[in-house]
């Protein structure tokens, strides 16, 4: 089919901009290549670095198997684009098609990709966030300080928060022989993307290993000596514990504070983006110039109800940047739905774990193979009588069948046997997901005064 005039400009000498240069904008840059783009290429990233790989910094990195500085991505072919590095973009106008950056320069375009990802939540309080010590891991620099001060030996590593990256450098901690403590809000270590039943797992894991594992407290505090070291944390139980390293892993928030005004639905929760990942704009109209990929989109997905969903994958941010960067460049009859099914990998305390599809909706579990007193097993998730997701602890193998069942809304439970099914797997039983109505903790903030000017807000964890 032959291009429209204007599109067939634009695939030979337009302007693309990628803002964000990390997973989902190489290879979105990649794939615009590949797809015979022979305009102006610009990538602006805000860290002063060429794409990295962020996966190994909680794994081979922290366990100094692989040096800090070293896990750039691997290329799949030459780019040919103009690289702004160590330069933030602060603001979008989408009428003039221009993104400001921090330096005060603008770069115009014609279509635009946004792939900027999501930072780590710091810890809430800046003046204990401030105190020597205390950490976050998201990039290349934070592994840098933490693998130094792991290196030095710390009497007692904090660990606050049990998700996947809490749990994997509790993990590396134990393999690195130093005494660590867990302190998770919830009823288990990765309650909340995996369910009660295989958090229970995930905990008997972290006892085995060794971890001092604290569920159901909050830290509420964290107290530095005479030269700003940390020093000692305390815990919404009154127990006190005494740290020099405390690592906040309490999830991430999406960058999207630079699109504010520009009109563009970008918020606390990503940019909302069809299937085709071009980004609606607060009317709820979608863009053709302005797309999105990886951590910070947010789009619909068929299969999970048409639900929006945001997902800190790898795999996503590759499959999703893909289908943006080709449908930037083709006409509407040729564009492709962004239709991936999440799948989602980590490594803690030797075992492999991997989850397809989305366990989270889930309201029901069953274990189709192994055992989870065995810690080897995989589980599959049901949601109103449909497969939805399943887990494998060191069993992937059986992850691909799940995948077509999933794709194919299969029934759940199954109807038919599975190879190795233990008694324990006859039957579903509730998957153990927070209620998301029931409160999980006790107020956090507090508002005192009565008239704006004398009202306050105060930070009083339970
Ligand atoms: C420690 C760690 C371990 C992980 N382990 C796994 C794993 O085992 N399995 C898995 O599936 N996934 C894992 N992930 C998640 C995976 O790395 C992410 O899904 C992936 O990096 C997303 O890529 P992205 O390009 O969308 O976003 P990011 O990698 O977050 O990149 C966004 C980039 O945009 C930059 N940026 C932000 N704002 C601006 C701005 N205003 N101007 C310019 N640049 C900006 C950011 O600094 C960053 O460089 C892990 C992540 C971390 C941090």
């Known amino acids: 089919m032959a291009l429209d005039g204007s599109l067939e400009r634009l695939r030979r000498e337009g302007h693309i901009v990628v803002v964000g240069a990390s997973l989902a904008g190489l290879r979105a840059a990649e794939t615009l290549r590949e797809e015979g783009f022979t305009g102006t290429l610009t990538m602006i990233g805000d860290e002063p670095y060429e794409p990295y790989d962020r996966p190994p910094l909680s794994k081979q990195v922290l366990l100094g198997l692989v040096p800090v500085g070293q896990t750039a991505l691997p290329r799949r072919r030459t ?3 103009r690289w702004r590095l160590g330069a933030a973009a602060t603001a ?5 098609k221009r993104v400001t950056l921090a330096d005060g320069t603008s770069v115009e375009y014609d279509r635009l990709l946004i792939t900027t990802g999501v930072r780590s939540r710091p810890w809430p309080n800046e003046l ?67 369910g009660g039943v295989i958090g229970e797992v995930a905990a008997e894991l972290q006892h085995q290993y060794g971890v001092d594992l604290r569920c159901g407290v909050m830290v509420t505090g964290l107290e530095g000596d005479g030269a700003g070291r940390l020093r000692r944390a305390h815990f919404s139980d009154g127990a006190a514990l005494d740290a020099e390293v405390a690592v906040v892993a309490l999830g991430a928030t999406r960058n999207t504070e630079w699109l504010a005004g520009s009109g563009l639905a970008a918020g606390p929760r990503g940019i909302a983006c ?28 068929p299969l999970f109800g048409y ?3 945001s997902l800190e994958h790898w795999g996503n941010a590759v499959a999703q940047a893909e289908v943006a960067a080709h449908n930037m460049i083709s006409p509407g ?21 991997k989850s397809v599809g989305v366990p989270n909706m889930a309201d029901q579990i069953l274990v189709g193979q192994g055992s989870l007193s065995e810690h ?3 589980a599959a998730y049901g949601y109103q009588g449909r497969v939805i997701a399943a887990v494998a602890f ?20 199954l109807p038919f046997t599975t190879v190795d099914r233990r008694t324990e797997g006859m039957r579903p039983v509730p998957a153990g997901f927070p209620d998301p109505s029931v409160p999980t903790h006790g107020p956090e903030v507090t508002v005192s005064g009565h008239s704006p000017t004398d009202q306050r807000v105060t930070f009083t964890p339970a």
């Open 79 to 81: 780019l040919d684009a």
């Open 376 to 378: 080897r097993f995989t």
């Open 394 to 413: 060191d069993q992937a193998k059986w992850l691909e069948f799940y995948q077509r069942q999933i794709e194919q809304a299969a029934p759940f439970p």
């Open 128 to 194: 204990e966030a401030g105190l020597d010590g205390v950490f976050v891991l998201r990039t290349t620099d934070d592994a840098a300080r933490l693998v130094g001060r792991l290196r030095a030996g710390p009497r007692r590593v904090l660990v606050i928060g049990a998700g996947f990256t809490g749990s994997e450098i509790a993990s590396v901690c134990r393999e690195r022989e130093l005494p660590v403590t867990v302190a998770e809000r919830g009823p288990a270590p990765l309650v909340g993307a995996l």
């Open 274 to 301: 069809d299937a085709g990942c071009r980004a609606f704009d607060v009317r709820g109209i979608v863009s053709d110039d302005v797309f999105v990929a990886g951590d910070v989109a947010r789009s619909p997905h």
């Open 333 to 353: 009859e040729r564009r492709r739905p962004h239709l991936w099914t999440p799948y989602f990998w980590s490594a803690q305390f030797g075992v492999n774990i």
């Open 307 to 309: 639900q929006f969903l």
């Open 92 to 96: 979008l106008d989408m009428a003039a």
